[in-house]
């Protein structure tokens, strides 16, 4: 079983920065893509950022420039670094893990969620 634990969400103003983390365990075996998705109050969750194994990586058009994923292949976390953030950027947001546990004889697919961090943008 992974568990994914979330870390680093909180209060900032305008245009300041704050950077989430996301730290998968379990008998994870490999991962194959890493992200961030976001839900804010009254609105369906979106994708904010994405990392694939071979460290692709995929933005919303909403943050690109401001936001970077990033990931940690030894420690299995992932990270996303928010600058210049605005408003509208307030929600809580989540992490998604996809990969396979087990060994190399025998692999057994997941994918996770994490339980959500808020981040609040406001002054």
């Known amino acids: 079983q992974v568990r994914l634990v979330e870390s680093g969400g909180g209060l900032v103003r305008p245009g300041g920065s704050l950077m989430l983390s996301c730290a998968a365990s379990?008998?994870?075996?490999?991962?194959?893509?890493m992200a961030w998705h976001r839900q804010a109050l009254g609105k369906q969750r979106e994708l904010v950022a994405l990392?694939?194994?071979?460290?692709?990586?995929n933005y919303a058009d909403s943050v690109k420039g401001r936001f970077t994923i990033r990931e940690d292949n030894v420690k299995n976390t992932v990270y996303l670094q928010m600058n210049s953030v605005k408003p509208e950027d307030t929600a809580v947001y989540y992490c998604?893990?996809?990969?396979?546990?087990?060994?190399?004889?025998?692999?057994?697919?997941?994918?996770?969620w994490g339980q959500g961090t808020q981040v609040t943008v406001s002054s």
């Open positions: 990392i694939g194994s071979g460290g692709t990586t």
């Open positions: 379990g008998n994870i075996f490999t991962i194959y893509r």
């Open positions: 998604y893990v996809q990969g396979a546990t087990g060994s190399a004889v025998q692999l057994t697919g997941f994918e996770t």
